[in-house]
């Protein structure tokens, strides 16, 4: 028995469930940056960098539009655990996922 007739699904609201990944909500930061979070916090963004591409910045460990999740979360970590954009940015370029982040302290 052969029947034309379609399944119509009904249609989740934008992020509810949306198993596509599309919508995304932002990773928790820890309560209390510790040197273990900053250690995650540098393999995130060095791993997660972003690379040119012919759509423009996509992350060049998943191919997702840059900066991505993970990447956006370590900045966030690293900043809260002190250490300004340029230092991040030197993380990055030097692209060692198990550099050591030192805590920024001006004037020290």
Do not use: K, Y
């Amino acid at each position: 028995m052969c029947s034309s007739a379609s399944v119509v699904r009904p249609v989740a609201p934008s992020g509810a469930g949306d198993p596509s990944g599309e919508v995304l909500r932002e990773i928790p930061l820890p309560p209390d940056v510790t040197g273990e979070d900053a250690q995650f916090a540098v393999r995130a963004v060095v791993v997660h960098a972003p690379r040119r591409w012919s759509g423009g910045m996509i992350c060049r460990n998943d191919a997702s539009p840059h900066p991505c999740r993970l990447h956006r979360w370590g900045r966030r970590v690293l900043t809260l655990r002190g250490l300004p954009p340029a230092e991040i940015d030197a993380l990055i370029e030097r692209g060692d996922p198990t550099a050591d982040p030192r805590p920024h302290r001006p004037g020290a």
